[in-house]
């Protein structure tokens, strides 16, 4: 099975997992952060969790507003295509898109509107597949973030890959130069609290299936009851996203609080 998610490029001297509308676009699923020259960091994330698909359709956009630098997104599903997302801080916002040629006459297998980290607009499609376009579009976005590169190099380094390979390419391509890399001090589904990822994986499960009801015009509540805490195990998940990359709580305040959920909801 190929990989789904996401790499976000962008400048910010505050982590990006920290920094507003990076977690609403993409998620809280980061599993490390390459740090390069003039605070520039590159993102990669897995596909988010199932209760955050509710809020994801911001794109790129928010995060180059609250950084006041330009941002690069590229969504990654089952390595078989790239949907290419290049933002500004006035709010300009272009397109690509790029997937696996061996099915060109069938177009993409994915829709890129809905449950997409880089969504296309209701109605808006992109070619696929223009190398040149892309690469002018990439070497555009690159000028405006004060980097040094141009088209055919950018072509050069990417070619026709379309899986997660293109960003290694791609990121020196763009004339940036790795300094160091952060991983998480804790995991989501860490081993300390296994139990309670469990039970908000489920909870989380319920979210999206009651919105997309919602979406269909079914407005009748699922059938059973939810399981015992949901809410809270979810919000056990959003406290342990914020203590991934530093602030938040410790890994022992987060296993007690762990311990505090499962004593006062033993059964789901």
Known sequence: MGFYGTYVLARSATLLPHVPGMRSAFGSRCMLIDRYQDGWQLAGLMTPMHHEWPAIHGGPVPLAVATGAPVLAVEIKESYCLQYGGATPDGRLWLAHFAD???????????????????????????????????????????????DTSAPRIAEAIGTQTDESVVDALVPALGLVPMDTVYPAVELNDLDWSECWRRADNASVRVIQEWNLRRSGDLEPLDGRPPAGADEFIRFLDLVADSMFGGGLTRAELRAEAARLLKTYPQP
């Open 101 to 147: 040629a061996e099915d060109n006459d069938k177009g993409c297998i994915f829709d890129h509107h809905d449950d997409s980290t880089v969504p296309l607009p209701a109605g808006v499609d992109v070619p696929a597949n223009d190398l040149a376009g892309l690469a002018d579009r990439l070497a555009g976005w690159a000028a405006d973030a004060g980097l």
